[in-house]
């Protein structure tokens, strides 16, 4: 999608040799920075630390990680033996979005089909870009079945009026390799000329759609409105929302779908309000293990500043973090929470819309039952 006009992806592969190269994310909305990878350390640094985020994004920033890792081991050593360390370290920075173990898994399984070296290092930059162009090509296709049902929906309302869409954390452009998952439709909307508003939850605490999926809409045209965290049930009481449509980090076969923390009270709002609560992913975003994701879907739990402390820009322009809690009050900082599915209305993937079930997930994609 666009910054100031110039079209970008997430992450990409610079012209130097071994170079990656990320928009680094803790600068939005406030600086607009790429930031140079060099090395796997480098890559599993920025995975952990968040300069990118997102499952989609994050699995394609750990498939350049392990061309990376490729290009360490055609160095010298244990070829195999390097590449699988590097493997488990870059699964080992975040646990809650599957895409991670899904683009290193990928990767290991394409080097395994090479017979020398230099056709391992090949296969790993070969699978590296397919994982990314796969990413993006997957969330346009969401975005053109999201549509369809937008324009279902709007056909249900007066001619003219404002199609409102209510969406948590960041599962835009950003949180991918281009596009995005619950973002598409809403780009798709808009290009197509429907008037859409969006609602966009602030996503305590690290505010992901204040600070990036604000900015996106707003570099992007789509009229929108921030809103703190728990407003969203207020809004469906007064019929100001049409349609919730988030991401996911990890969804089971099942249909129970993991997102950023307060995402499960958006679906029980939306269910008690006949508000359709959707959710957007491509199929790298399926856990095909797991059935029961309340109970088995790993949560990431972060560091405690992350509640205890915000971050934002003063009005001399200068980036402040400041202190929020009484210093001897503890905090728990829980990432992720898990929507069962019985509470999804539908699931937006790159094949087609679903019902959040297992029956119905495997209609579409029966090749992984
Ligand atoms: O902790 P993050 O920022 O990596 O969390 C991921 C998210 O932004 C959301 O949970 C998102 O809705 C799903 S990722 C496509």
Not at 115 to 128: H, I, Q, S, Y
Not at 317 to 335: H, K
């Given at each position: 999608m666009h910054v100031n006009g110039t079209p970008y992806r997430t992450v990409w592969l610079g012209?130097?040799?071994?170079?990656?190269?990320?928009?680094?994310?803790?600068?939005?909305?406030?600086?607009?920075?790429?930031?140079?990878?060099?090395?796997v350390d480098d890559i599993a640094m920025a995975i952990r630390d968040m300069h990118v985020r997102g499952a989609g994004c994050i699995g394609a920033t750990a498939g350049y990680g392990m061309y990376l890792a490729a290009l360490e081991a055609s160095v010298g050593g244990d070829f195999d033996a390097i590449v699988r360390r590097r493997a488990d370290q870059l699964i080992a920075t975040r646990p809650t979005a599957v895409n991670l173990r899904w683009a290193v898994d990928r990767q290991l399984d394409a080097m395994a089909t090479a017979?020398?070296?230099?056709?391992?290092?090949?296969?790993?930059?070969?699978?590296?870009h397919?994982?990314?162009?796969?990413?993006?090509?997957?969330?346009?296709?969401?975005?053109?079945?999201?549509?369809?049902?937008?324009?279902r929906l709007v056909a249900e309302k007066k001619e003219g009026d404002t199609f409102n869409v209510l969406t948590h954390c960041n599962a835009g452009w950003l949180a991918f390799v281009d596009h995005g998952s619950a973002t598409a439709p809403i780009y798709a909307a808009h290009a197509a000329g429907i008037p859409i508003h969006v609602w966009v939850d602030e996503t305590r605490p690290r505010n992901q759609g204040a600070r990036l999926t604000a900015w996106e809409l707003g570099q992007e045209g789509v009229p929108h409105t921030v809103i703190a965290d728990n407003v969203g049930g207020y809004l469906m009481q007064r019929g100001l929302v049409d349609l919730v449509i988030t991401g996911t980090d990890r969804t089971t076969h099942t249909g129970d779908v993991a997102n950023k923390i307060g995402t499960y009270l958006k679906a029980l709002a939306a269910r008690d309000n006949q508000v359709p609560f959707y959710v957007a992913l491509p199929s790298s975003t399926f856990d095909w293990e797991i059935s029961d994701g309340v109970r088995d879907i790993p949560i990431e739990e972060r560091g405690g500043e992350e509640v205890s402390h915000l971050s934002g820009?003063?009005?001399?322009?200068?980036?402040?973090?400041?202190?929020?809690?009484?210093?001897?009050?503890?905090?728990?900082?829980?990432?992720?929470?898990?929507?069962?599915?019985r509470l999804v209305s539908g699931l937006i993937t790159e094949r087609g819309i679903c019902e959040a079930s297992a029956h119905a997930i495997q209609k579409l994609f029966p090749e992984k039952f």
């Open positions: 012209e130097e040799p071994g170079v990656v190269k990320i928009i680094d994310q803790r600068k939005l909305p406030f600086g607009f920075e790429i930031e140079e990878l060099r090395s017979e020398w070296e230099g056709e391992k290092l090949d296969f790993a930059e070969r699978c590296a397919d994982i990314a162009d796969e990413d993006a090509r997957s969330c346009r296709s969401i975005g053109e079945h999201g549509l369809d049902l937008i324009r820009m003063s009005a001399e322009g200068e980036e402040l973090e400041v202190r929020l809690t009484p210093e001897s009050s503890p905090t728990a900082n829980y990432a992720f929470d898990v929507t069962p599915a």
